[in-house]
């Protein structure tokens, strides 16, 4: 269906390919890849998702603009169409902001607007991230290293597990990534855990994701969470409990 509406969009795709069409040109919006439609720009679906589809989306009135990255002096920061690697902080930003459009006794109809003020922000924050990343050389040895964590984090590996299957000495490793990222590996690893902890927390119960995430013990995952987050799993989980998805 083709149509022209007097609000702008924004749409955030968590799984499955989005197909449409936006002012004349056609986005395949993935995983992690986001679109913003201005109002009164026609839009449509130009195939069908042969996949499960599911997306947050937002629809804001002309208070709310986005300004682009072409603008002078914008408060947002982002392009109408791109992609984040780590849409943690995002996705969470995105449940509070439902959690609050749901409220029924909510006392000022303003936290609306400062959540997705907010939500904007933390975006276009990542995107400058991503760009500054993009433009730094990274040492190939410490993307490696980076990778390998990243794919085994949820099971329970050592120094010399990580060591023989880089072909690399362990103190060496253990060196290198101390000096190129200013944190141990344990703590990386550590990091690593807790981001996916949080998206767990939303769904599972605080054992299920505790062993999901690469924790032997309960207890001590329990113990980790409140030492990074300031907050028990258990607070963190009633924080952001309420749902409201359409797929």
Known sequence: MKRKINENVFIFVVEGTLYINSNNRKYEIS??????LRKNEEHYGFKESSETLKYYWVHFSDEMEIQTENTLNPNYIFPEYGSIEDS??????????MDYSLEKNLFNKNILNYSLSIFFMELSQKYIETITNSSNTINPVINDIQNWIKLNFQKDFSLDELSQNLNLQANYISKLFKQSTGMTILQYVTDLRITAAKKFLQIYSIKETAYSCGFSDEKYFMKVFKKIEGITPSQYKKAFSLKYINQ
């Not at 995983?31 to 913003?36: D, L, R």
């Open 31 to 36: 995983k992690n890849q986001f679109i913003f």
């Open 88 to 97: 943690t902080r995002l996705l969470i930003l995105f449940n509070q902001m």
